[in-house]
């Protein structure tokens, strides 16, 4: 069963922000929620995870609601580079396998 | 530190042969694992290791067999191989224990099988 749901595509225009959402509304209290993404045939690369708070890196913010049913991904100014599938992942603490699903295909357009 | 590396990049086989796939990581990393991804899907794991001398399978192990001696190598061994195998097969590591359990993906290894 899948954990997340992502949509299938979306575009953004360079310079602008992405917001990529992500439903996971069986996700349990001790399940952090991961992002990868995965450009163009190569391995995938982290973004970043969080719990239940806010998370923000060098790469991307990471917005969970409070009902941690939901959160957003937010890529602050797309580039070309950003182009790429997005993983959304519900891992649980000490469980070290990642489910990919089919992720959400990013496309910034200049 | 070169990270996550993976050989070859490129193989083609013939049906029934076999092969081994090489998987290394430099960053002493406990846990790894091997993924395969067909076209137009996310990867889905084949097996697994939590350190040298344990492996388990994953969603998808049938066909494939893994050994880990080392900490650093864990290759993935296709012992008759079939068109069904056709795939990218990727490596990935990563530490075990506390929070911040970020995995490095390997660049992948592409697969034909005809």
């Known amino acids: 069963d899948a954990k997340t749901t992502q949509p299938t595509s979306m575009d953004c225009a360079e310079g602008r922000a992405a917001n990529l959402p992500c439903n996971h509304s069986?996700?349990?209290?001790?399940?952090?929620v991961y992002w990868y993404r995965q450009i163009h045939s190569q391995g995938p690369q982290y973004i970043i995870h969080?719990?239940?708070n806010n998370e923000t890196n060098e790469m991307a913010s990471l917005i969970i609601t409070e009902d941690r049913k939901s959160s957003t991904l937010i890529l602050p100014h797309a580039t070309l580079r950003d182009t790429a599938v997005y993983y959304c992942?519900?891992?649980?603490?000490?469980?070290?396998?990642?489910?990919f699903g089919a992720g959400t295909t990013v496309t910034v357009r200049a | 530190n070169a990270g996550v590396t993976q050989t070859p990049k490129f193989q083609v086989l013939k049906t029934g042969q076999s092969m081994t796939l090489q998987c290394a990581q430099d960053?002493?990393?406990?846990?790894m694992s091997w993924y395969r991804q067909d076209p137009g899907m996310g990867l889905r794991l084949i097996h697994y290791?939590?350190?040298?001398?344990?492996?388990d399978q994953g969603e998808v192990p049938n066909g494939y067999n893994v050994s880990r001696s080392t900490t650093e190598d864990f290759p993935l061994r296709l012992l008759s191989a079939a068109p069904s195998q056709t795939s990218v097969y990727f490596c990935?590591?990563?530490?075990?224990?506390?929070?911040?359990?970020?995995?490095?993906f390997g660049p992948g290894t592409r697969l034909t099988v005809l």
């Open positions: 960053m002493n990393h406990e846990y």
């Open positions: 990935a590591s990563s530490p075990l224990g506390g929070n911040d359990n970020e995995q490095f």
């Open positions: 992942i519900v891992r649980g603490r000490g469980d070290y396998k990642l489910s």
């Open positions: 069986t996700i349990s209290g001790n399940e952090y």
């Open positions: 290791s939590v350190g040298a001398g344990i492996t």
């Open positions: 969080g719990l239940k």
